[in-house]
């Protein structure tokens, strides 16, 4: 009676401190971590490279990414060659930097070693809209969320969180959302293929990136201090595809305990949707090739700032009020270009219309 009574005593306590360190089961943390790579994704243009699942706490590439010269990850297994993917531990502090949980001077260091174009990103002043041109004028404000803690790099079994990513979402002129992860379904390595109980892909066009926790057996699993406890051919098991890191397939499906062939007790997480809207109006790409980030549109949507009454089908930049400020740079930048045989530019106070068709 006593140890049954301590028992129930125990269960609470544990619960609170998972609380209290915003760890909660491995589900919450896979869930903090999708909105982790979001931000990420919003700073950067390109998803993070993943650390080294065989590194010790303090080694480099423990809990961080780590890139060489030329922008190429240099922490995570390289599975493929140089369009294959990327398999690692979960890089939590710059996930952190990138979801503004750093303070004081670790903020202002990171700020500012961000590119010119980005720093202002982290003041968190901008506004999403969806179906604009239907006029009902549904905005929602960008949220933060918990931030990522150094201890989510584990799962709650106290093993590593395995961070797979295709490699060319990790550099910004080859990341580009609005085209498929590579277009010659004959050739898979250019994206992560996840595979369902039948071995059917949950996503002909690949996904960019997979988390997945090894599961209560912790097969194949690194701890902390990245060694390996159960070798990932330890038994049979639909869960060796996400632990023998031999290729760019993995498998997500409903957990079975029975150990025999269809073994699985992962818990597998690979989408950005809730975590970085699918709908966002705008997305990094380096349109120029030039290394060089650019501001660009997904198809069909529009930025829209302080919403009018109506949107036109062919707006793409909408002011409802305020001023367009553009001020003249050392270089003598500043203008506003219209190119085409219809130069126009019009406003209440200014009209300039190489066809004098301005109003009266």
Not at 263 to 276: I, K, Q, R, T
Request: glycine share 10%.
């Amino acid at each position: 009676m006593v140890f049954a009574m301590m028992g129930f005593l125990l269960a609470p306590i544990y619960y609170v401190m998972f609380s209290l360190m915003r760890m909660g089961p491995t589900d919450q943390r896979l869930e903090t971590i999708r909105y982790g790579i979001g931000e990420y994704y919003r700073i950067w243009g390109r998803l993070p490279c993943p650390g080294n699942l065989n590194a010790a706490p303090g080694a480099a590439g423990y809990d961080a990414e780590t890139r060489n010269g030329t922008n190429v990850c240099t922490s995570g297994i390289n599975v493929g060659g140089a369009t294959g993917i990327y398999i690692g531990s979960v890089p939590v502090q710059d996930l952190a930097a990138a979801m503004d949980c750093l303070s004081g001077t670790q903020r202002a260091t990171y700020v500012g070693n961000l590119p010119v174009d980005a720093q202002n990103i982290l003041q968190r002043n901008l506004t999403r809209m969806r179906d604009a041109a239907k006029g009902n004028a549904e905005k929602y404000a960008i949220q933060k969320q918990n931030c990522v803690t150094v201890d989510m790099l584990l799962d709650e079994y106290d093993n590593k969180i395995v961070y797979a990513v295709s490699q060319i979402t990790t550099r910004i002129a080859t990341m580009d959302p609005a085209l498929d992860l590579n277009a010659n379904p004959a050739d898979d390595m250019g994206k992560i293929i996840i595979r369902d109980n039948v071995g059917q892909a949950l996503s002909s066009k690949g996904q960019w990136f997979v988390l997945a926790s090894l599961g209560k057996d912790g097969k194949g699993a690194h701890d902390r201090f990245g060694n390996v406890g159960i070798p990932c051919t330890a038994q049979p098991g639909f869960d060796q595809e996400n632990c023998d890191h031999a290729n760019n397939i993995f498998r997500s499906m409903p957990v079975a305990l029975t150990n025999d062939a269809n073994h699985f007790d992962d818990e597998v997480d690979y989408s950005l949707d809730n975590a970085l809207s699918e709908h966002s109006f705008w997305y990094w790409k380096d349109l120029n090739e030039d290394g060089q980030r650019d501001l660009t549109f997904q198809p069909n949507t529009r930025i829209v700032i302080d919403t009018p009454a109506t949107v036109g089908a062919n707006d793409k930049v909408v002011l409802g009020a305020g001023n367009l400020a553009i001020k003249q740079d050392a270089g003598g930048g500043g203008n506003i270009e219209v190119q085409g045989t219809d130069k126009g530019f019009y406003s209440p106070k200014f009209c300039y219309d190489t066809g004098s068709s301005c109003p009266p």
